[in-house]
């Protein structure tokens, strides 16, 4: 195994359980815990992990782990979460999404659906794209801008290498000029008194945006993100339409969702 892929392997389990053994890793990618520890020095000389007596951990910086780390997180439930969705866009919509681990999949559970195009709506094969996105994450552009039954609307800005995301006046400049049918959000804290949140003011902003051109608003989160508070308001509850997340939400949280008059959709 290469260190590239031992890198990948580390980060893969740090991503999803938050720390790192050092004897369990050496175990698990079969190779010696003096190759493992030097591994971790130098993913750590990277400011990727925090390095401990016997391993690392994400610590603070957990959601600084680039976006590819992040994604065997609730990998089934944000799954689920996009398929449904997904299924509630209409053909010929606008739809604006931010970066995520979770958009990127309703990114990929969209280009599912409108795989064969307008077929579906009569008439409608010649009347333009079977969707438009406007997104301002990298990654979502680079993998729907193959996709010729989807128009794919990329706005400008400064590119986070953690998430992906472009952010900034160039952004806002682009998001001014456009309406949204609706905008799938994916954030990092649910509140009830606060609202959703993300860890940047940069990209909290820049979500804000999207909110505010659109005329729907949905949030995609997983339960876990439920009462989670983060440095950067997005906007309040009274700004969501509907909000996505799988069954283990507790009743407390579905209930104040809907007292706030969010419409909420488990899967």
């Given at each position: 195994m290469s260190k590239h892929e031992r890198w990948n392997a580390l980060l893969e389990l740090l991503a999803a359980s938050g720390k790192v053994e050092v004897e369990e890793a050496a175990t698990m990618l079969e190779v010696s815990a003096a190759t493992i520890r030097r591994d971790l020095d130098e993913l750590a000389e990277q400011q990727l992990l925090v390095r401990t007596r016997g391993g690392a951990v994400a610590h603070g910086v957990s959601y600084e782990l680039p976006l590819r780390y992040k994604s065997a997180r609730h990998?089934?439930?944000?799954?689920?979460?996009?398929?449904?969705?997904?299924?509630?866009?209409?053909?010929?919509?606008?739809?604006?999404?931010?970066?995520?681990?979770?958009?990127?999949?309703?990114?990929?559970?969209?280009?599912?659906?409108?795989?064969?195009?307008?077929?579906?709506?009569?008439?409608a094969a010649t009347a333009g794209p079977a969707l438009t996105v406007v997104t301002n994450a990298l990654n979502i552009a680079g993998e729907l801008a193959v996709r010729p039954q989807i128009k794919i609307v990329t706005t400008g800005g400064v590119a986070r290498p953690q998430t992906y995301e472009l952010v900034g006046p160039l952004t806002v400049g682009v998001l001014n000029e456009v309406v949204l049918d609706v905008v799938v959000l994916g954030v990092d804290g649910v509140d009830p008194e606060l609202g959703v949140m993300a860890h940047h003011e940069d990209e909290a902003s820049i979500s804000r945006l999207f909110a505010e051109?659109?005329?729907?608003?949905?949030?995609?989160?997983?339960?876990?993100?439920?009462?989670?508070?983060?440095?950067?308001?997005?906007?309040?509850?009274?700004?969501?339409?509907l909000l996505v997340t799988d069954k283990d939400i507790s009743a407390e949280a579905t209930a104040q969702l809907t007292e706030a008059g969010v419409e909420v959709l488990t899967v």
């Open positions: 990998a089934s439930e944000k799954q689920r979460i996009a398929a449904a969705v997904a299924d509630l866009v209409t053909p010929g919509e606008v739809v604006g999404l931010n970066g995520g681990t979770t958009t990127t999949e309703v990114a990929r559970a969209l280009a599912l659906r409108f795989a064969s195009g307008r077929a579906e709506t009569p008439g051109r659109s005329s729907r608003v949905v949030v995609v989160t997983d339960s876990s993100k439920m009462g989670r508070r983060a440095f950067a308001r997005i906007c309040g509850l009274d700004r969501i339409d």
